[in-house]
Nanobody, 122 residues
Framework: QVQLVESGGGLVQPGGSLRLSCAAS????????IAWFRQAPGKERERVSC???????WYDDPVKGRFTISRRNAENAVYLQTNSLKPEDTGVYYC????????????????WGQGTQVTVSS
């Protein structure tokens, strides 16, 4: 069973950047799809990016061209580089893992971290 811990959130001005980290323990991430979700106040949680074991990546339309997901299997970690941040990117960001997942959809993630807060404000 894999445990996930996010870090890297914070307060940033519009146009700024943050690098979010998702560190795993308990199992290797080699065979997991890893996704980043976010939940803004008063809104449902939404998936923003995903990376599967074959190197395929997926991005939700609002973050395409601004966010980049990467995985470092040697470090057993996944990162989300967030650039050109906007106030609407504010929320709690979670990483989640799905064994043998394909990134085909937002459901089926069995393992979740505790989240890291991202606040974009001037």
């Amino acid at each position: 069973q894999v445990q996930l811990v996010e870090s890297g959130g914070g307060l940033v001005q519009p146009g700024g950047s943050l690098r979010l980290s998702c560190a795993a323990s308990g199992d290797t991430l080699d065979y997991y799809a890893i996704a980043w979700f976010r939940q803004a106040p008063g809104k449902e949680r939404e998936r923003v990016s995903c990376s599967n074991q074959y190197g395929r990546t997926w991005y939700d339309d609002p973050v395409k061209g601004r966010f980049t997901i990467s995985r470092r299997n040697a470090e057993n970690a996944v990162y989300l580089q967030t650039n050109s941040l906007k106030p609407e990117d504010t929320g709690v960001y979670y990483c989640a893992a799905q064994l043998y997942g394909s990134c085909s959809g937002p459901a089926g993630y069995d393992y979740w971290g505790q989240g890291t807060q991202v606040t974009v404000s001037s």
